[in-house]
């Protein structure tokens, strides 16, 4: 079994930082894309950011020069350093991974985490 833990979610005011983190664990064979989605009320999910193996990133406009995410590969992690944060951003959000499971080599698959609130306060 895989799974996706996030963390560093809350609550804070406009113009403040978060940091969000997300670690896949359990029979994991590699890892490959590896990023963030978002959710507000009422609206789609929408792509946040994104980051290869290699650490190629790309990122959605509206977050273009306030978010940057990175990854440590050798600790299945990913994160999100969301700065100059607005109200906008308010959103649940959710890590996934591109990964093959041990003994399933073939085979890739997109792993969600369970969510996170972030709630920006104006």
């Known amino acids: 079994q895989v799974q996706l833990v996030e963390s560093g979610g809350g609550l804070v005011q406009a113009g403040g930082c978060l940091r969000l983190?997300?670690?896949?664990?359990?029979?994991?064979?590699?890892?490959?894309?590896m990023g963030w989605y978002r959710q507000a009320p009422g609206k789609q999910r929408e792509l946040v950011a994104s980051?290869?193996?290699?650490?190629?990133?790309n990122y959605a406009d509206p977050v273009k020069g306030r978010f940057a995410i990175s990854r440590d590969n050798a600790k299945n992690t990913v994160y999100l350093q969301m700065n100059s944060l607005k109200p906008e951003d308010t959103a649940v959000y959710y890590c996934?991974?591109?990964?093959?499971?041990?003994?399933?080599?073939?085979?890739?698959?997109?792993?969600w985490g369970q969510g996170t609130q972030v709630t920006v306060s104006s």
């Open positions: 983190s997300c670690t896949a664990s359990g029979s994991i064979f590699s890892i490959n894309d």
């Open positions: 996934y991974a591109f990964l093959r499971v041990t003994g399933l080599q073939l085979s890739e698959s997109r792993y």
């Open positions: 980051i290869t193996s290699g650490h190629n990133t």
